[in-house]
């Protein structure tokens, strides 16, 4: 069985559905479960489209493919519910109002706002841990706080902290375009939106960090 998780979309849609077909060509038919790490819409170009592919796959395969959510999905939810609309206009929620072709958060399509708000901030594995922001360090894995999963840098990033499962994350985008690869920790979002590429671990049964690393520009 492989698991590919999937780093920060940011409304890179096109990124997403090269990056699903080199997945395809690489499984070469074998099992697979996907993970998406969140923060699938904001500042890229076309998050209605993202959002609308990740609820395909997942609709078609519910047992297979986990959807988690990302700061800027709590943004959208907030926003919707009449709060901190500033915060999400500062952090690219024009772009997916525009995407969506609405002009008020209140206008986003009820299914999809719902389909957000059910997303999971935590999903586990025998190996592994998956979150979009970071996990604190003080805390057993699931104890963290649905704020700390969404918005978490440190002391998570610089702490080495082994949590027990090697933990799978995006959030902070690296400089270089590279996943950042640590003993217990491996960082996903390679800054697609921000002209890096779109970045997929691969992970297996029998060790934590990846086994392979996809990447489309």
Same mark, same amino acid.
Do not use: C
């Given at each position: 069985m @492989?698991?590919?998780?999937?780093g920060d979309v940011h409304g890179r849609a096109d990124l997403l559905e090269r990056l699903l077909a080199r997945i395809e060509a690489h499984r070469a038919g074998r099992a697979r479960r996907l993970v998406?790490? *969140?923060d699938a819409i904001d500042r890229g170009p076309d998050s209605a489209r993202a959002v609308a592919i990740l609820r395909e796959i997942q609709a078609r395969e519910p047992s297979s493919v986990t959807c988690l959510l990302g700061n800027h999905?709590?943004?959208l939810l907030d926003a919707v519910a009449g709060s901190n609309l500033d915060l999400w206009a500062l952090n690219g929620g024009g772009t #997916?109002?525009?995407?969506?072709? &609405?002009? /008020?958060?209140?206008? @986003?399509?009820?299914? &999809?706002?719902?389909?957000i708000a059910a997303l999971p901030t935590l999903h586990g594995d025998a190996r592994r841990w998956y979150v979009h922001g970071g996990l604190d360090p003080a805390m057993r894995a699931h104890d963290s706080d649905r704020a700390t999963r969404l918005w978490m840098r440190e002391p998570f990033l610089s702490a080495g902290h082994d949590f027990g499962? /090697?933990?799978?994350?995006? /959030? #902070?985008?690296?400089?270089? *375009? @590279?996943?950042? @690869?640590k003993a217990h920790r491996t960082n996903l979002d390679t *800054?697609? &939106?921000?002209?890096?590429?779109? #970045?997929a671990g691969v992970f297996d049964d029998r060790q934590g960090p990846p &086994?392979?690393?996809l990447t489309v520009r």
């Open positions: @492989l698991t590919y998780a999937i998406f790490l *969140g999905e709590a943004m #997916t109002l525009a995407s969506f072709g &609405v002009a /008020h958060p209140d206008e @986003l399509p009820r299914e &999809v706002v719902a389909w499962r /090697h933990v799978v994350h995006g /959030h #902070t985008p690296t400089r270089d *375009g @590279l996943p950042e @690869l *800054g697609a &939106v921000f002209g890096g590429p779109l #970045t &086994v392979d690393i």
